[in-house]
């Protein structure tokens, strides 16, 4: 499977996750979560055209607990245009993991997909 039939595909996901009223991914309040990594839209049907802003610096201030782990904030691509969603702390998934983060990819010329962050 090429890189434009994967984008395709992304974006129908999404658009029938949209209609049906459920996303790819588990939502959180500060942004998404997955346990594994996979191609996917953060909400909208329409595949962003263009590249995501560059990050924005954020202060995550002091750890809640030793064994909390900064997830850094994000672009999310709502209502035809990038959002950012902000870092938040949060507890790994089990002893030992290592968060990977999310990130934005060029899928096909002109199609932008997103890569949700994983715990490794």
């Keep these: 499977m090429n890189l434009r039939s994967i984008a395709r595909v992304a974006c129908l996901l999404v658009l029938c996750g949209g209609l049906?009223?459920?996303?790819?991914?588990?939502h959180?309040?500060?942004?998404w979560v997955s346990q594994q990594p996979?191609?996917?839209?953060?909400?909208?049907?329409?595949?962003?055209?263009?590249?995501?802003p560059a990050p924005q610096h954020?202060?995550?201030g002091v750890?809640?607990?030793t064994v909390h782990v900064w997830i850094p904030g994000h672009w999310q691509w709502k209502?035809?245009?990038?959002?950012?969603s902000t870092g938040h702390w949060t507890r790994p998934?089990?002893?030992g993991s290592a968060w990977v983060t999310g990130h934005w990819e060029k899928?096909?010329?002109?199609q932008y997909v997103w890569v949700d962050g994983h715990w490794r």
């Excluded at 996979?38 to 995501?52: F, G, I, M, Q």
């Excluded at 209502?79 to 950012?84: L, V």
């Design 58 to 60: 954020e202060d995550c």
């Design 28 to 31: 959180r309040r500060a942004g």
């Design 93 to 95: 998934a089990r002893h």
């Design 107 to 110: 899928a096909a010329p002109g």
């Design 38 to 52: 996979r191609h996917t839209e953060v909400a909208d049907a329409d595949c962003p055209n263009v590249a995501p």
């Design 79 to 84: 209502h035809g245009r990038y959002r950012w």
């Design 20 to 26: 049906a009223g459920c996303f790819i991914g588990r």
């Design 63 to 65: 750890a809640p607990s």
